[in-house]
Structures are given as structure tokens and as C-alpha cells.
């Protein structure tokens, strides 16, 4: 969510239920399990967790008997009351409760500040608030999973055992999310990734590093095709650029300084200290500079596919979506700043029109303004900011300030694509730079023969191709559309005596640049045909001996049914139109 979106929430009804809610688990936890110590148990997106150090671990009968005991606080309808303490009140307080946890938060507090319980019944816990007034408000909740996390978010602290949950003001609701929540898990990409055969990580390879099998790499190869032809349309070049640079490039750019948690340990190359990049601009910063631009050279407008490395914590990578390395749709346009509002109508446009074309067609759209902490003199920013609102005007997108929450060195827009059920995913971004433009110390000559700072747009589309790939695969449960699928039509014999027919074609409809698999297998008609719709293939094609001898094929669409009859022609003419015009159907 933005900060907009968050203050919202936290501002709701809600938010507090949910917050209250979190309270009363707890409390079922510590009734049921005496021994289990609290840490603590905010409200979030869409539920709440409570985070507990109990070494055995709850499991899902646990959660029963948790949600049992919930429900006999929530009819005793105990009020919910806010009390002031002191620290040292609250020292003694939890000294007796034997909560090393809570000890722990209290030593981080100043010895002058009030605190604040919250009570309901005999249960209390350190909180600010707000909640509802009594816990019979609590009418739809539901206790979905444990996990483990670390105290404090550290790896290297206690595991701890997280329960989650939600809650909502109706029990429509509930039922709503809940059956939203079983669609996703059917949809999640980890899962359908190993039963399609696309991707794979870990083994002996390590963690958030992925494997793209070669199901999964045809998609990749579609996506990337279609991206570089139009980026090329778009006015483009292409650049392609090293993995690593020496360490004196990222001091440059302050990644270095800001960015080091998230950076690998730099590598000795000729007693030359080398790093992997986090980024790709300095690169496309190091080629501005290769030689004198003039003011007739702007805009330039240089993409990459560039595979970059993080070093992400070990408890956050998520399958495709949160990794260590991946490939970023980088693009970095250098213009002056009379170009600047051109260029980003212009780059807005040509966002919308890659996204629309995977099949996103609604949009959360937000502009982040200048935040406390920035560099470029307040003028600049002023401009960069009606630049980017002029854009936005231009587009009809509706779209929300997000103010101070820009990055320091620009405004940016940020959009969210939402998948078919309704999810928001944050992709693609266009922020202005002041500040690399400035610590390069890159120029152009302008029309007065002098020397001028150009601006710097960064922008991404897909935000990487793996993220991408995985919100794809969940967007379209699997069944890609037929430009996208990695097996677009795959051919099914009857009997041994079509093989020969059958490969024919195979190779007539890969020549064309189709992607074409042949099931010539001596198995029964039922059990091939059961196998291509398990791998969500868009067309078979059978053939049987009438099929044979009449130089036919019987299709069969994962879209339209039964097809008939058609010649190999048509059939092509068929699937080059679909594919040409990038046709996307959801199910």
C-alpha cells in the first residue's frame, strides 16, 4: 500500500477490529499454552499475526482449539480499556509475567515516556492503539497459518512461530476473502512452476537464484522478443553491459553508501576490489560519458535486460518473487530539460501499452512528491513534479498523490498492475534523477555553446522478468495466452500408422516459428489428450486415420472447444492471427 493507503487503513474501522482481533488470539494462546511467551502481533494488509516463542510449534489442530477459546472471549464482549503506565511500571509488570520479550521492546524506550496497555479481561499487552470497544464486535474472523520468523527480523535471533489471521465486519466478507485466498493457492506460481515444468531454484544452486527449465525459457524468449521490437519502435537503442564493475563505480554513484546492506561482498580482481551490480545505471551513465553530447543528441533512450544481484535476506525470497538475482527491463533516458515532460507523456504512454498488452488492463496509479530528504534545488523539483502530473493528466489515468514519499533524488510515478483476482502488483515505475546527473558530472553543449546538467529518467516496465513471469503465471492460472504459452499446439496420433503425417506437419508449423509438440506416444487417445489439458496447452491437434486422408487435423482449443475439421492452412492462418494479435483470455 502507499502511505496514503496506510494512514487510510490504519484510520479504519477495520484496522482497529483486526487490531483487537490479534489481542484476543493472543490471549487464547497464553490460556491454551501457558509457557508460550508474546512478542508482537500487529495489524496488516489484509489480517493480522502474532509472533510467539513457543519451541514446540503449533499446529493446525492447535489452531482449532485456538479459535475455540477466541470465540468464548469474544462472547464474554470484555471491553477493551487504555491505561498510561510509566516505564518502570511496566518493567515490574512484565518482570512478573516473566515476558523476556516485552523487557526487551521496554529497553529501547526512554525512561521518561509514557506508555500505554491495552486490557481486556486479565489479558494486557503493551500497545498505542486504537481498537474497537469490546471484543463482541469481533463477528468474522479466521486463523489461516503458522510460520516461522525471527525475533526482531533477525536472522541470526530466535525463531519464533507466527500465527496468521484476518478478520472482517461480516461474515460475507470473510467468506469472500477466504475463497479469494483458495483461488490464489491454487494460482501460486511455486506451485504450478514445478507442475508445468518452467522454473525451479535451490538444489545445490542456492537460495533466491533461479533456474529457467526450457518450457519456462520459450516464455521468456516471447517476452523478451516482444520487448525488444518495441523498445526498437519506441525509439530505443539496446545496450548490454557487464555483471560486475570495480567498487569505485558504486562509491560514485553512493550506492556504496546507501545500498551496502543489500550489495555482495566485493571480490579481489588484480588487487582491484570488483563488485556484482545492484543497478544498472551507472553502466549506462559510464557510455553517456564516453563522449561530448551536444543538445542535438538528446533525448537519448538506452534499454537493457540487465541481470543484477541483491543480497536479500534468506527469510523474505518468495519463489519468482522476491530473488537474488534477476534480470531488470532497465531503461535510462538522458534528455534536456525542456524534453523532460515529453518524455515522460511519451514513456507513460509506452508503459501502459507493453502492460496492456500482457493482459493488465486496470491500473493503481500513484505520483510521490519530495520527501524531506532530497537533493536538487527546490525549482527542479517543482518542474519534475508538473512534468510528471501533466503526463498523468494527459493519459485519463486516475492516479493519487503519495506525498514525501519520492526517492531523494526525484518524484516518481509508481503503477501497479491488478491480476485477475483482483491483486495489485507494483511493476513499473518512472522517476526523474537529479542526483546522478549531478555526481557524474555528466554535460551536453547547448544552443549557447555552453555546458548544461542533462536530466536523468530511470524506468522500468516489468520491473524484472522474473517477478514478471511469476505474477503472469498466477494472472492466468497457468493457461497463457497463445503468443505467451511455451507449447502453443501440440500435435496427438491416433495410432503408430500418423506418425509420419503427424511429424510433417510438426515441422510445417515450427518452420513458421511456432512452437509445436508431437504426442506420437502408442497410449490411448484419453490419456494424451487428459496430459496436454493438465499442461493447460491451448490447441491439439488429432489425427486419426480419417484425418490422415483427408490432409486434415481435428482441433481441439482450451478456449473455444471442439474446433472441427481445418486444414494445416487454415490452421496456421488461425493461429498466426492470434498470436500476431497478442489475443489474452482469462480463466
Request: some cysteine; proline content about 4%.
Amino acid at each position: 500500500m502507499s502511505k496514503r493507503e496506510t494512514e487510510k487503513y490504519e484510520e479504519s474501522y477495520l484496522y482497529r477490529l483486526r487490531h483487537t482481533t490479534a489481542h484476543v488470539m493472543a490471549d487464547a494462546v497464553q490460556r491454551l499454552f501457558p509457557e508460550a511467551k508474546v512478542t508482537i502481533g500487529p495489524p496488516v494488509e489484509d489480517g493480522f499475526y502474532y509472533d510467539f516463542d513457543y519451541p514446540k510449534g503449533f499446529s493446525t489442530s492447535d489452531l482449532e482449539n485456538i479459535e475455540s477459546m477466541m470465540k468464548k472471549i469474544i462472547d464474554q464482549k470484555l471491553p477493551l480499556q487504555r491505561r498510561e503506565i510509566s516505564r518502570q511500571e511496566a518493567q515490574k509488570l512484565f518482570e512478573k509475567k516473566n515476558e523476556p520479550y516485552k523487557l526487551e521492546l521496554l529497553n529501547a524506550i526512554g525512561s521518561d515516556e509514557t506508555l500505554t496497555l491495552y486490557t481486556h479481561g486479565s489479558w494486557e499487552d503493551l500497545c498505542r492503539g486504537p481498537h474497537v470497544e469490546h471484543t463482541g464486535e469481533i463477528k468474522a474472523f479466521k486463523l489461516l497459518k503458522v510460520a516461522g520468523s525471527y525475533w526482531r527480523g533477525d536472522e541470526k535471533k530466535k525463531q519464533l512461530q507466527r500465527i496468521y489471521g484476518t478478520a472482517f465486519s461480516t461474515k460475507e466478507e470473510l467468506e469472500d476473502y477466504l475463497r479469494k485466498r483458495e483461488e490464489a493457492e491454487k494460482r501460486d506460481h511455486r506451485r504450478l512452476g514445478k507442475e508445468l515444468d518452467l522454473f525451479s531454484t535451490m538444489g545445490d544452486l542456492g537460495a533466491g537464484l533461479i533456474l529457467w527449465h526450457p518450457k519456462g525459457g520459450r516464455v521468456r524468449q516471447a517476452i523478451e522478443d516482444f520487448w525488444r521490437e518495441e523498445h526498437r519502435k519506441g525509439g530505443y537503442e539496446l545496450l548490454f553491459t557487464p555483471h560486475i564493475a570495480r567498487l569505485d563505480l558504486w562509491k560514485t554513484s553512493g550506492h556504496w553508501e546507501f545500498y551496502r546492506d543489500n550489495m555482495y561482498t566485493p571480490m579481489l580482481v588484480d588487487d582491484v576490489e570488483y563488485e556484482l551490480k545492484p543497478m544498472n545505471c551507472p553502466f549506462h551513465i559510464q557510455i553517456y560519458k564516453t563522449s561530448l553530447r551536444s543538445y542535438r543528441d538528446l533525448p537519448f533512450r538506452w534499454a537493457e535486460l540487465g541481470t543484477v544481484y541483491r543480497h536479500e535476506r534468506s527469510g523474505v525470497l518468495h519463489g519468482l518473487m522476491r530473488v537474488r538475482g534477476f534480470t531488470q527491463d532497465d531503461a535510462h533516458l538522458f534528455c534536456r530539460p525542456d524534453q523532460l515532460e515529453e518524455e515522460i507523456t511519451t514513456t507513460l504512454a509506452f508503459c501502459l501499452h507493453i502492460l496492456r498488452s500482457f493482459g493488465f488492463t486496470v491500473f493503481d496509479v500513484y505520483l510521490s512528491t519530495k520527501p524531506e530528504k532530497h537533493v536538487g534545488s527546490d525549482e527542479a523539483w517543482t518542474m519534475a513534479t508538473k512534468a510528471l502530473e501533466n503526463a498523468l493528466n494527459a493519459s485519463d489515468l486516475h492516479y493519487e498523490v503519495d506525498p514525501g514519499e519520492g526517492v531523494f533524488y526525484g518524484p516518481k510515478i509508481d503503477i501497479k498492475i491488478q491480476d485477475s483476482l483482483g491483486r495489485a502488483w507494483q511493476c513499473s515505475t518512472i522517476q526523474v534523477d537529479f542526483n546522478l546527473p549531478e555526481r557524474y558530472e555528466l554535460e551536453f553543449v547547448g544552443n549557447d555553446g555552453e555546458k548544461h546538467r542533462p536530466i536523468m529518467i530511470h524506468r522500468a516496465l516489468m520491473g524484472s522478468l522474473e517477478r514478471f513471469f511469476g505474477v503472469l503465471i498466477e494472472h492466468y492460472a497457468g493457461a497463457f495466452p497463445v503468443w505467451l504459452a511455451p507449447v502453443q499446439a501440440r500435435i496427438v496420433t491416433i495410432s503408430d500408422e500418423q506418425r509420419e503425417f503427424a511429424s510433417s506437419i510438426q515441422t510445417a508449423l515450427v518452420n513458421r516459428g511456432f512452437r509445436i509438440e508431437l504426442d506420437d506416444r502408442n497410449e490411448k487417445l484419453g490419456l494424451k489428450i487428459r496430459e496436454a489439458e493438465m499442461q493447460k496447452i491451448p490447441y491439439m491437434l488429432v489425427i486419426g486415420k480419417k484425418e490422415q486422408e483427408a490432409g486434415l487435423v481435428a482441433i481441439r482449443s482450451r478456449n473455444y472447444g471442439d474446433m472441427g475439421k481445418k486444414s494445416v492452412q487454415e490452421f496456421t492462418d488461425h493461429l498466426f492471427a492470434e498470436v500476431s494479435e497478442k489475443k489474452t483470455h482469462q480463466h
